[in-house]
């Protein structure tokens, strides 16, 4: 195993660079995706395998990579399905945009539809000349055939402006023609756009655009039952895969909704966002429903989904970089410690009296139940076993978990073990490879790149790695997450205090809320629109454009914007760095904008600073503090 192997082994894009997609397939969320005759949205925040997914569809890939192909069986495309993977960010989108800045929507609906419908047609040809070219599947004269019925129709359409013209007559067309032409649609426009010339309006009349879904539409379906001839029975579809919705703007996201109503079979689009592609179209009234296109949500996988695509994952890497007959078990490799297990290793750790008094009380059974019961959160004397199977008495035993630290005046909880580490991955397989990395890192004290193929086995091999070991490597994960910053956003000063403000608040709820514990892990945050600025740099929209960037990269989650309210959460994998629970928040907590315009004009500042004005207070009982001043408390709990 080199050391350029061992750098690959341990990139969290690794999977992307190698393209290896295989042990997606048994996902679910990989099987909607092929199945479905129907567009496709696909939502997730960064690392949670979007492109991965996507690329596994792609023709290319179904034809050229062998761990693929294995994968799929002996026919790749016996789903009738040629899947083309397409870039938004490669798409002039800027430049269009500019250029369309002073026309009317209709004109710049026209004109960015008739981009997309392009693309897809130069996108379609080339998968199908590709798969000619592969499997030799009809001959010239049968493509002739299948494409013949719509020849005159397209001839009678295409413009003069493209200079493009029938070979022989306009009885014939082939692939080729069909793709100049959509190669020349592309080219005009992008030309047009760089010089400012002519008008979109003009342009829009010399390509005769406004015919062009028409046009696209017949097309699309005489390609299809061309590339039917591949055989089997049943209707060919192409799905065209476009990756990285964040870099559409508005006029472009409107532009794709319209066409996710507009478009039938034999097309299907499958675009990934960060967030949502919204729902709104060009026509007043009509938006978006499940009728027009599923939602397939990559931040919503179970747990157990989240540990055999992992499994996969670290096979797959182990198996590539020369290990044979892998048998990587991500649950017997981590543990699943019971929380007071953990709750043992913290007051070991801890030099606070109350702490000390802690380990030397008799020992013998839970000390966080204990808690639960004193603070009269649970009922005391209640069946344990049945209690304890229940999801709702696993989020309160965390919940007392953490209050429990506080009241000990332990500021961070000792995390590890399969269930937490998955649940603060917060479904990223990135952000899981980086926490194996960083565990790594601490179990040898070098580089990876520095290790031999054996320290690597030897590492994954352990029977069970160290609780302690994990809790660092958690605690790092968050930290360099949050030093990161730097390095992915432009505003990345502000929006590091806006995130570690969000931390904090986290972080103070879960140990030091309310004392009868009535409204555990209140930490979805909520920020209402003061209709006016606070000060220069400190806006709402200056906030919301924060906060969108930081949901782009993964160090805010679950962000919704509606009128004159925002709700978010910080990512899961800062919850041991900040110190808050592991599980998505049940309720809301409210804060002032006044608070947060605080962190964002003084972001230099330590977030104690920014509470300042609501500071701790002792409570009556255990001198637990309480955070008064917050803002308003939301009771209803949404999960």
């Known amino acids: 195993m080199t050391t350029k192997t061992l750098a690959h082994f341990f990139d969290d894009r690794w999977e992307q660079d190698r393209i290896q997609h295989f042990y997606y397939l048994a996902t679910p969320a990989y099987q909607r995706l092929s199945r479905l005759a129907k567009h496709v949205v696909l939502k997730g925040h960064r690392g949670t395998g979007k492109t991965t997914l996507l690329r596994a569809l792609d023709w290319r890939e179904r034809l050229t990579n062998s761990h693929l192909r294995s994968a799929l069986g002996d026919e790749p495309f016996a789903d009738h399905t040629v899947g083309c993977f397409l870039q938004i960010k490669l798409l002039p989108v800027d430049m269009l945009d500019i250029w369309l800045r002073s026309s009317n929507d209709q004109v710049r609906y026209a004109i960015i539809s008739s981009y997309l419908r392009a693309s897809w047609i130069v996108e379609i040809c080339a998968a199908i000349r590709g798969l000619n070219d592969a499997r030799r599947f009809a001959s010239y004269g049968e493509e002739l055939a299948d494409l013949g019925p719509v020849a005159q129709m397209v001839w009678e359409w295409v413009p003069k402006a493209l200079k493009v013209g029938p070979v022989t007559t306009n009885e014939t067309i082939s692939i080729v023609d069909i793709d100049r032409i959509a190669r020349g649609i592309m080219r005009y426009l992008r030309d047009a756009a760089a010089i400012e010339f002519p008008s979109p309006e003009d342009a829009l009349t010399r390509l005769d655009l406004l015919d062009l879904g028409v046009v696209s539409s017949r097309v699309f379906s005489a390609l299809a039952t061309f590339v039917s001839r591949l055989g089997g029975e049943g209707l060919w579809t192409f799905r065209i895969c476009m990756d990285e919705g964040e870099f559409l703007s508005e006029d472009w996201a409107v532009a794709l909704r319209t066409l996710i109503r507009e478009t ?37 996988r179970p747990p157990e989904q989240m540990v055999d695509l992992l499994n996969g994952v670290m096979r797959a890497r182990l198996e590539l970089v020369g290990v044979a007959r892998p048998r990587f078990d991500l649950k017997s490799f981590l543990g699943n410690p019971d929380l007071d297990e953990l709750f043992e290793i913290a007051i070991s750790r801890s030099e606070r009296r109350a702490a000390e008094r802690m380990r030397r009380r008799p020992r013998g059974g839970s000390p966080i139940r204990e808690h639960l019961e004193q603070a009269g959160a649970i009922r005391a004397n209640t069946a344990q076993s049945r209690r304890d199977e229940s999801v709702g008495y696993r989020k309160k035993k965390i919940a007392g978990y953490l209050h429990l630290l506080g009241s000990l005046g332990i500021d961070r909880p000792t995390y590890a073990g399969w269930r937490i580490a998955v649940n603060m991955a917060d479904n990223s397989v990135r952000d899981f490879v980086r926490f194996l990395r960083y565990a790594m890192e601490l179990w040898s004290r070098d580089e990876p790149e520095s290790m031999t193929d054996k320290d690597v086995a030897k590492f994954l091999a352990a029977p069970r790695l160290d609780y302690r070991l994990q809790d660092a490597a958690l605690d790092r994960l968050g930290r360099q997450k949050l030093d990161s910053m730097s390095a992915t956003l432009v505003d990345h000063v502000v929006a590091s205090a806006v995130v570690k403000l969000f931390g904090e608040v986290s972080h103070r709820s879960d140990f030091y809320g309310d004392k009868r514990m009535g409204r555990p892990n209140a930490n979805r945050i909520v920020v209402r629109d003061p209709g006016r600025p606070i000060e220069a740099g400190a806006s709402y929209a200056t906030l919301i454009r924060l906060l969108e960037q930081a949901a782009s990269y993964g160090y805010i989650s679950d962000l919704e914007i509606t009128e004159g309210r925002l709700s978010c959460r910080v990512n899961r994998s800062f919850a041991r760095h900040f110190g808050f629970s592991y599980w998505k928040p049940q309720y809301d907590t409210t804060l002032t904008f006044d608070l947060v315009g605080r962190a964002m004009t003084d972001s230099a500042a330590a977030p104690s600073k920014w509470l300042s004005s609501v500071a701790t207070q002792p409570s009556a009982r255990q001198g637990h503090p309480t955070l008064p001043g917050l803002g308003e408390w939301e009771g209803t709990s949404r999960g």
């Not at 039938?264 to 978006?288: E, F, I």
């Open 264 to 300: 039938d079979s034999p097309v299907y689009l499958a675009v990934s966002v960060l967030n949502s592609l919204g729902s709104s179209t060009r026509a007043a009234g009509a938006s978006l429903s499940i009728d027009d296109r599923e939602i397939v949500d990559l931040d919503d």
